[in-house]
T-cell receptor, first 113, second 113 residues
């Protein structure tokens, strides 16, 4: 396993549903990220958490709600999504100021119907 | 903030030929430049990186060059093989692991056998 685990791997949801994506990192990193990957924008940064504190919200619609209860876990809560939100959602982690680059999870392939 | 531009968006080469992907960045304070490879259906993975105190770094068939004055860096793949086919992303940040990393738009490399 990569050290960054994302669940579920695939998710199909209706526009009125509420679901959550989960990310867990086992690397002892102190920063975690959500990215959206689609054909239009290959790696679009959504949220940044540094030591559990949100340090960046990249103009993401409020129908996406992140949660970072501790340095190892990151959630993305989804509600009333639109079909254009269908994409691959990637989680990543890094150790700020030390260590290597970002480590990515395998992603959650989300389809909104 | 940092802005990273990447060219070309697609690149097709014959097996055995060389491939070059170029990136430019805007923030002169950036000093860490990683490259990620994403194979179809898989997560992005770090393949090589370079820091601003070095002008070139090589790892077997891949090399990265950095021109800090011109604010551009390049990925060079020699003796390409079909398994090199993937999307390659460049990135720039203030330091290793820093939470400000910004990615280029990606280059889809196809190596024809």
């Amino acid at each position: 396993e990569t050290g960054v685990t994302q669940t579920p791997r695939h998710l199909v949801m209706g526009m009125t549903n509420k679901k959550s994506l989960k990310c867990e990192q086992h690397l002892g990193h102190n920063a975690m990220y959500w990215y959206k990957q689609s054909a239009k924008k290959p790696l679009e940064l959504m949220f940044v958490y540094n030591f559990k504190e949100q340090t960046e919200n990249n103009s993401v619609p409020s129908r996406f709600s992140p949660e970072c209860p501790n340095s190892s876990h990151l959630f993305l809560h989804l509600h009333t999504l639109q079909p254009e939100d269908s994409a691959l959602y990637l989680c990543a982690s890094s150790q700020v100021r030390t260590g290597g680059g970002y480590t990515f999870g395998s992603g959650t392939r989300l389809t909104v119907v | 903030g940092e802005n990273v531009e990447q060219h070309p968006s697609t690149l097709s080469v014959q097996e055995g030929d060389s491939a070059v992907i170029k990136c430019t960045y805007s923030d002169s304070a950036s000093n860490y430049f990683p490259w990620y490879k994403q194979e179809l259906g898989k997560r992005p993975q770090l393949i090589i990186d370079i820091r601003s105190n070095v002008g070139e770094k090589k790892d077997q068939r891949i090399a990265v060059t950095l021109n800090k004055t011109a604010k551009h860096f390049s990925l060079h793949i020699t003796e390409t093989q079909p398994e090199d086919s993937a999307v390659y992303f460049c990135a720039a940040s203030m330091g290793v692991g820093e939470d400000d990393m910004r990615f280029g738009a990606g280059t889809r490399l196809t190596v024809k056998p």
